[in-house]
């Protein structure tokens, strides 16, 4: 398979599993004290997630660890949306080991709540800015 076709379903996959995070993570805030359920899904969902943020990083870095589209368009919004993900990861392993054994919300998971939401943010001006991409099936940038 292609590059640019793999870019493509992973594209379209993220736009899926980042609707889920959302929907997961709001019901989290919401109802902390819920079943033990919802947090094994949205833990199996944050796995699913950051196994395809990392393919789609890695697609668009060739040998050299430039992007492979023609022309750079990478923004001060990607540093950020990159650091966010690594906070929004480091604090909800973090969460996991805390969380694990009593089965209850802790300080540790509002605290990732937060940036994992901020994350959210920063990765919606980012769709935004490459919606052109959904709304054209047949295009990559
Ligand atoms: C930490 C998370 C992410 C990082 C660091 C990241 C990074 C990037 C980079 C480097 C590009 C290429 C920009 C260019 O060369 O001009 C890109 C493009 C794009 N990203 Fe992301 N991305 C992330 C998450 C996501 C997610 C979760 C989605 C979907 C919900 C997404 C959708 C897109 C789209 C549609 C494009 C334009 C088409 C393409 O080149 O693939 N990104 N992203
Ligand atoms: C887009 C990414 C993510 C977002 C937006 C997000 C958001 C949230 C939110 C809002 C909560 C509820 C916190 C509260 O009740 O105050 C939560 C809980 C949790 N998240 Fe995430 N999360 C993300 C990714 C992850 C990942 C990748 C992991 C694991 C590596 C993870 C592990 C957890 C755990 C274990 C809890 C339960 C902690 C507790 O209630 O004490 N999350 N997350």
Known sequence: MKKIEKLRICNWTLLFLSFLMLVSSV???????????????????GCLLTGFIFQHIGLHKNARGKSVLPENR?????????????????????????????????TAGGIHGKIGF?????LFFHVRKYNKFYRLPSSVS
């Open 27 to 45: 019901e989290l805030e919401l109802n902390p004290g819920g079943s033990c359920v919802w947090v094994w899904l949205h833990l199996g969902l």
């Open 118 to 122: 901020l994350f959210l943010c920063f």
């Open 74 to 106: 990478h923004g001060h919004n990607l540093k950020g949306l990159g650091l966010l993900f690594l906070l929004t990861l480091i604090s909800g392993i973090i969460a996991i080991f805390v969380w694990v054994g009593d089965y209850i919300h802790t």
